[in-house]
């Protein structure tokens, strides 16, 4: 009843190995080649989430060396740390509501104005 896995696959290992190298060279080769800007936007990006995760990991070693006696100071860093970047998410989110908001800077306008608009 039960058939076992060798005589339900067809296929060795190296055929499975070589569909996904031609799967992955038809992707590579359906992707347009890239601009030195684009290149250089993703290396920007790329550093600057790298000092931002070093940013914080030192402010985390902060945080923790404030509990240095307490067993849980790390526990105590990430979870006051989580709280700082939600609060200033937050704060950030409220900001750009308020400003998409329809009725954000039309509040001398005319009634035809603000149907026009």
């Not at 404030?66 to 200033?88: C, T």
């Amino acid at each position: 009843m039960a058939e076992s896995a060798a005589t339900r696959s067809h296929k060795s290992f190296a055929d499975l190995a070589a569909g996904v190298k031609d799967e992955v060279g038809d992707l590579i080769r359906g992707v347009p080649r890239s601009k030195p800007v684009n290149t250089y936007a993703v290396l920007a990006i790329l550093f600057l989430l790298t000092g931002f995760l070093f940013c914080t990991l030192c402010l985390l070693d902060l945080i923790a060396f404030a509990f240095r006696g307490n067993s849980y100071a790390w526990i105590l860093a990430f979870g006051i740390m989580g709280a700082v970047w939600f609060l200033i998410g937050s704060v950030f989110a409220i900001a750009v509501a308020i400003h998409e908001h329809p009725a954000h800077g039309r509040k001398n306008e005319t009634p035809e104005l603000r149907n026009a608009a």
